[in-house]
Structure formats: structure tokens, C-alpha cells
């Protein structure tokens, strides 16, 4: 019939429309729209600042905003099943430290798959760590702070968490020098960190990248890092195993991840671009300045490396008896 004719044209109209529609968008380049990276922990601590450095290098290759969106909670659960949930376009990355490998084994129940719901993009960087008190704190080496957490007082530190990097650091701490300070924990890193400078915690083992300005204008006292060799940004500090326990050795790291599914040639445009950046003359000076150690490799070195880190953290989670809330 003839009144049928003008509806399958419609329909065909249509139909190229939409086809040329999503051809459009199929080969749309990446990125074609700001990104965010999520942030775990609250703003101001390491693994903050470090995810806006990346931010801004991708921001200045790719031309389109790179936004930093804190979400903590959790020991970096809640941004972890944001990111689990979101679209894999790439549009929407996490920026992750040690708590995300180590979620797995502290809680048993988590709202998603940790083994299938990420793609590892690049292990951005290492961070020492330091061990420092508030001024007030009756110990100028690392000796004398463990004789006062021996003593009848009891001794604070404060964490970014149960499970966080200052945790695990201070309970290696507590285990190896067979003490027992009490945990503090806040919900970011550098919460921890104030009201360490304010008195209110007794110390705290965190990122030389936080600590060292609060060292130099005397808010707290620097006692000992976490490394096996001292730092180049402070040579004078002892390490933990030359101040009094031997065969210590705690460092943080951060890095970059996705949701699964992401287009193989996404990935390898974040990664890439990532590396890049990390490697860049500027980045790894201003790292470095901070007592940071640049990485930069590539998605399967880095799942490799936090399949490494689960196990060995298993191991110092058991014997420290670290339980999640």
C-alpha cells in the first residue's frame, strides 16, 4: 500500500541515523569529556596531592579537565565500588594505595568482585614513610619512644584507617618491637597528621611527602624512616632498623586503576599517557623534592604488583591481629 511506503522510509531514515550515531561515538577519541579520578581519602594527604599531579599531567596532554573527586570512606571501599560500578570508558579512574590490596583480606564481604572489577593502569609512585611525634612527646629517638610504650602511659598514634598504610606501617611497628600502641585511626591520612601537630595524637607513621613540612617548621619531630637506606631529602634521620629494630622495612605506594572492560586501546592510552607523566623531568623532581620514588609501568607489572602485596600483607594483618571495624 502506498501510506505504507512513507513509514518504511521514515523508518530507514531512522535507522541511518542511529547507525551514524553510534558510529560517531564508537570512534569517538578518547578522551571526548572531563574525567574524574577518584580519591579515596580526604584532601591534602599523599594520596591526594599525588593523584593531582596526574591529573594535571593528563589534563595538559589531553586537553580535557582531569578533575580529583575525594570520596573516602571505608579504607577506599566507597570509592572502590564507585569506580567497580561505573561505566569502563575511561571516563572515570581511582587513584589506589595499599588499602586496595589489602581490602580483600580484611573484609570478607565486599561490594565487588576484587579480582574482576578493576583494571590495573600504572603504579605511579613509592613513598617512604617517617615516624613522627608531637613535639611534646618525651622521646627524641626511636629507643625512647619504645621504653614510653612500654611504660604505664599509654602512647596514640593516629591512621588514615583501619587497614591504611599508616596502619599496617605502625602495627609492623608494634608487632617487631613487641609493644603495643593504641590505634587512632581517622578517615584520611592527613586528618591523622593535624591533629598530630596539634597535640592531640602522640605520633603518627605516615609519608615523608606529608610529614617533611611539618618537620622543618618544628610541628612535629621526625624520629626515624621506614626504608631500608636513609632518605636523600633528610640523610641525617636514622632508619627504623639503625634506631633500634632490626630488619624493619614499611613503605606506601600509590597508583591508577579503572573498571574492568575497559577498550584495550583506552587502557593503553591511560597507561601510556600515565607513564609519561610520571617519567616526565618535572614529575620526578618534584617527587623526588618530596622523598617520593617515581615508578611508571605498565597494567600487567602493576597487577602483578598488587597480587604481591595481598600476599605479604596477609601475613603481617594475622600476626597483627588487625581486625576491620
Known amino acids: 500500500m502506498y501510506w505504507q511506503r512513507p513509514q518504511a522510509l521514515v523508518r530507514t531514515l531512522i535507522g541511518i541515523a542511529l547507525c551514524s550515531v553510534f558510529s560517531f561515538f564508537a570512534h569517538a577519541e578518547y578522551p571526548d569529556r572531563p574525567i574524574r579520578i577518584l580519591v579515596p581519602f580526604t584532601p591534602g594527604g599523599s594520596t591526594d596531592i599525588l593523584a593531582r599531579m596526574i591529573g594535571q599531567k593528563l589534563t595538559e596532554a589531553w586537553g580535557q579537565q582531569v578533575i580529583a573527586d575525594n570520596r573516602p570512606g571505608a579504607n577506599g571501599v ?27 583480606i580484611l573484609i570478607k564481604t565486599l561490594p565487588y568482585d576484587p579480582d574482576k572489577a578493576f583494571s590495573a593502569v600504572s603504579l605511579t609512585a613509592v613513598l617512604p614513610q617517617i615516624l613522627a611525634v608531637h613535639p611534646a612527646v618525651k622521646a627524641s629517638t626511636l629507643r625512647e619512644l619504645l621504653s614510653l610504650a612500654k611504660g604505664p602511659k ?48 602522640d605520633l603518627i607513621i605516615t609519608t615523608a611527602l606529608t610529614v617533611l613540612p611539618h618537620a622543618k617548621t618544628g610541628r612535629i619531630r621526625a624520629l626515624a624512616a621506614s626504608t631500608s637506606k636513609r632518605l636523600e631529602v633528610m640523610p641525617e634521620l636514622p632508619t627504623m632498623a639503625e634506631a633500634g629494630v632490626a630488619g624493619y622495612e614499611s613503605v606506601a605506594w600509590y597508583g591508577l586503576v579503572a573498571p574492568a572492560g575497559l577498550p ?36 600487567r607489572e602493576f597487577t602483578q604488583f598488587i597480587k604481591a602485596e595481598t600476599t605479604k600483607y596477609t601475613k603481617v594483618i594475622r600476626e597483627a591481629g588487625i581486625k576491620p571495624e
Do not use: C
Request: charged letters at 15%; aromatic letters at 4%; zero cysteines.
Open 264 to 299: 584495550p586501546k583506552v587502557l593503553e592510552k591511560i597507561a601510556t599517557e600515565t607513564v609519561k607523566a610520571t617519567r616526565s623531568n618535572d614529575m620526578q623532581a618534584a617527587l623526588i623534592k618530596q622523598g617520593a620514588i617515581p615508578i611508571g609501568n605498565t597494567p
Open 154 to 201: 599509654p602512647v596514640n598514634y593516629a591512621t588514615g584507617g583501619i587497614g591504611s598504610s599508616q596502619h599496617l606501617a605502625t602495627e609492623l611497628l608494634n608487632y617487631m618491637a613487641k609493644i603495643k600502641m593504641n590505634h587512632v585511626p581517622y578517615k584520611g591520612g592527613n586528618q591523622g597528621l593535624l591533629d598530630v601537630t596539634a597535640g592531640h595524637v
Open 78 to 104: 566507597v570509592a572502590a565500588e564507585l569506580t567497580a560500578k561505573s561505566n569502563p570508558d575511561g571516563h572515570t579512574l581511582m587513584f589506589v594505595a595499599i588499602g586496595h590490596a589489602i581490602n580483600p
